[in-house]
Each structure stands twice: as C-alpha cells, then as structure tokens.
Nanobody
C-alpha cells in the first residue's frame, strides 16, 4: 500500500508563504504522477498541480501558476508545494495524491488512487 502524509499547513496572512510537505512510503514512486489538490468548505475537490516522480516539468492549475511550485526530494521520498503570494481564496484543506501511472493530464480526483489525510491552510485578509 502507498501511504501519504501531508504537513506544513497553518494560518498565514494574505501575501505570505507556506511550504507543504507530503511524505510517501510503501511502493516505489518512480512511475507515478504525484498531485496536489485542495478542497474548501462547500466546494468540490480542486486540482492544484502535479508532476511525475521521475521528473519533468510540473503542471499547474491556472489560478496558482506563478505563485505555487511543486518539487520533490528523492532522498526523503517527499513532494513539496511551495505557496507564495497567498490569497484568502487559497484557504482550503490541501491533499497530496499518487496515481498508478505517469501523468497524462489528469486533473480530477478520480485520476489518483492514493491520498493523504490533508492539511489545513487558512489565509486571512
């Protein structure tokens, strides 16, 4: 089984930054797409971005492009979401997720099989 654990959420003022971490364990991730999603109260779970564990450029949802950056650390089996210039509308529970195969443009939750428990990000105005 693949296990994912998010951390790094918290309360931050608008314009601030947070760095979320997703620690992975279990089966190897070399052939998997790794994604970040978020879900605000009353909203559907929303795609934030994704990258293949094997490398290559990440992909981002339009509203976060230029502000958020996805990266990975193979030695730590971790994937990160660096969030800069945070806005109140970024407030949500953030989840990391792993697919069964390489990224092919998947941007909905059903494209990903394994999920972390989520970490809360709250941005005050």
């Amino acid at each position: 089984q693949v296990q994912l654990v998010e951390s790094g959420g918290g309360l931050v003022q608008a314009g601030g930054s947070l760095r979320l971490s997703c620690a992975a364990s279990g089966r190897t991730f070399s052939n998997r797409a790794m994604g970040w999603f978020r879900q605000a109260p009353g909203k559907e779970r929303e795609f934030v971005g994704a990258m293949n564990w094997s490398g290559g450029p990440p992909y981002y949802e339009a509203s976060v492009k230029g502000r958020f950056t996805i990266s990975r650390d193979n030695a730590k089996n971790a994937i990160y979401l660096q969030m800069n210039g945070l806005k109140p509308e970024d407030t949500a529970v953030y989840y990391c997720a792993a697919a069964e195969g390489l990224y092919r443009g998947g941007a909905v939750p059903s494209d990903y099989k394994y999920w972390g428990q989520g970490t809360q990000v709250t941005v005050s105005s």
